[in-house]
């Protein structure tokens, strides 16, 4: 495991807000780059690795093989940053239905390096495309760690 994550989760800790960690995550300092060939993968679905967990402060790496996703879901008020390490990131984006389903409304690629940032309220998935050529690392910050709801696709776009 590189050096760094526990001086990432401080800094992190002092900038309770959502640009704070975007910021931290733009200007990650190399060691913690590394963290891109420490990811594992499981065909059975994507990984989740706490790496740092106190202080109501969440440090996660995510490890995506191609054609692995998350559910369309929120943050339940949490702030989340996350840093593209590896691979393309695939996030959609949803608005949610009447009836309490998760529709999407548009969706971008990032390349390593991007870093994005949610709003707690906001509903989104990550994917590795299937069409992709490789796996897909992300690092994940979260304040405080959340108790996320995931929502069931519309009918007309479950895979
Ligand atoms: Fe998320």
Same mark, same amino acid.
């Given at each position: /495991?590189?050096?760094?994550?526990?001086?990432?989760?401080?800094?992190?800790?002092?900038?309770?807000?959502?640009?704070? $960690?975007?910021?931290?995550?733009?200007?990650?300092?190399?060691?913690?780059?590394? !963290?891109?060939?420490?990811?594992?993968?499981?065909?059975?679905?994507?990984?989740?690795?706490?790496?740092?967990?106190?202080?109501?402060?969440?440090?996660?790496?995510?490890?995506?093989?191609?054609?692995?996703?998350?559910?369309?879901?929120?943050?339940?008020?949490?702030?989340?940053?996350?840093?593209? $390490?590896?691979?393309?990131?695939?996030?959609?984006?949803?608005?949610?239905?009447?009836?309490?389903?998760?529709?999407?409304?548009?969706?971008?690629?990032?390349?390593?390096?991007?870093?994005?940032?949610?709003?707690?309220?906001?509903?989104?998935?990550?994917?590795?495309?299937?069409?992709?050529?490789?796996?897909?690392?992300? !690092?994940?910050?979260?304040?405080?760690?959340?108790? /996320?709801?995931?929502?069931?696709?519309?009918?007309?776009?479950?895979?």
């Amino acid at each position: /495991m590189p050096q760094g994550i526990d001086n990432l989760a401080n800094l992190a800790i002092e900038r309770p807000d959502l640009e704070g $960690l975007r910021d931290l995550l733009v200007t990650l300092p190399e060691s913690l780059l590394a !963290l891109g060939a420490c990811a594992v993968f499981d065909s059975a679905g994507r990984t989740r690795r706490v790496l740092f967990e106190s202080q109501g402060l969440s440090v996660v790496l995510c490890g995506w093989l191609p054609g692995q996703r998350s559910e369309p879901h929120d943050h339940g008020g949490s702030l989340c940053a996350l840093r593209v $390490l590896r691979g393309v990131a695939t996030e959609a984006r949803y608005e949610i239905t009447q009836d309490g389903r998760a529709r999407e409304v548009e969706r971008d690629d990032y390349l390593p390096g991007s870093v994005l940032a949610c709003d707690g309220s906001d509903v989104h998935a990550l994917i590795n495309d299937r069409g992709s050529s490789e796996p897909l690392v992300t !690092l994940h910050l979260y304040r405080p760690t959340p108790l /996320m709801t995931e929502y069931d696709l519309v009918p007309e776009e479950a895979p």
